[in-house]
């Protein structure tokens, strides 16, 4: 196990004043990354970033129920942490990615195990690593980098698979299972802003409004009610993060260009068809956005054939 571990490090710490201070400690493999002080996630600054981050916390607490989890993301995905059965302890930042204040002064230990859960880091997430001192940084990268390192690569390039075969590369047992559920309380709230007067929400599909006029100018069926989350027809536009979730993950269908929709609908299994021009939507296992018009058009025809 030991020899496993080692070959999968990478110590390419050069330039920064983070990275500098790894180079000045000794790393012990494996109990650094079995038998930590406890974890920092990072989540991503993407809307779909969070979901990675998320089942990755999910894992981290049923393997290490007695180890604290603390997680840093951008506000906008805070409560989105509530989908966990224990909530961990979330500190995010309002705008740019960094240390949030809430955080700042509180060293973490040198065997605090950084976990990174994406194939790439953003450039603006490198103040975040610049600022933190955790010995160990463990992530999926398809590219070294100086900021983590513990880099382990991984067979598949789609979620939940990343993180699975990640944990298992070191021994952690990946919750294959599990997957996000609502609170009580906000499954109450988005049914009373979708059927404030019954109560009882009838099947709608989510869309954005670019996305429905594709399927409008090709005459596609759309048998169910549609609800816009986004754009100018949209009458739940400025509603929070937290609660457009709970509506996306009540939805018979998803049907998208936008990543963030998309994102969620993986993420609840939520049957989706999405259409990918710019190629950057998250991967997710057994669905695959259309990049293009005419294929999102069949994607959604064979949905319809299927049923949900």
Known sequence: MKLALEKLL????????????????IIHLPDDLLNPDGFLLIAGTVESDIWPAVYMANTLQREFPDKKLTVICSSRDNRLFNVLRIRPSVHSYARHPDIPDTIKGKSFSDKTLLVYP???????????????SCRVRMAPLKISSQYINFRIKTESDVYPDILSQMCSAVGMKYDTDWRPSLTIKLEKAAERIMAPVSGRMLPYIVTTSSAISILEKSRAEIPLRTILLSGKNSEFSEMDRYTKTAIIADASAVLTDSDDLWGDACAFSIPAVGLDKSNSFIKWTDIKPASNESDFIKAWIKLLKKGW
């Open 10 to 25: 990478r110590k390419t710490l050069r330039k920064s004043p983070g990275t500098r201070k790894l180079n000045s400690r």
């Open 118 to 132: 994406y194939a790439n880091i953003r450039s603006e997430m490198k103040r975040i690593f610049d600022r933190t």
